[in-house]
């Protein structure tokens, strides 16, 4: 049986708050949104290219740990590639991403910066010039 990827899932201190960031970073868009009886709101987003992003809070009990945009080990980051990385960047800064990383360019001529997002989220920016993969 084929597996193939299904989601992202950002917990966030103000699901919605964060929604916005994304929307406004990525493109991203709220698609559902529900109140959970487990006491969380839970959104269903997707990104312009469909990959489908859910953001959610707090369950009723339940006390998130602070977020790591350091390097770690476990899941660490996740990556968006641009067309116009210094344009982005500077997009991503605009709307209170720090550089944690970066930017440098590989021999290849692939451009990567590390960013901070909300709830302490790490991010890797990255441009692929035509020919370099």
Known sequence: ???KFNHLHLKASDPEQTAAWYGRAFGLT???KIK???GDLFLTCKMIDGTMVIISGEK???TLKPGDAGPHLGLE???V???DFDHDLAHLRSLGASVLD???TTPTGIRIAFIKAPDDVRIELMYFPPGAS
């Open 1 to 3: 049986m084929p597996i």
């Open 30 to 32: 709220v698609t559902d």
């Open 36 to 38: 959970r009886p487990a």
């Open 60 to 62: 009723t009990g339940e």
């Open 77 to 79: 980051h996740f990556a």
């Open 81 to 83: 590639a641009t067309e």
């Open 102 to 104: 970066g930017p440098f």
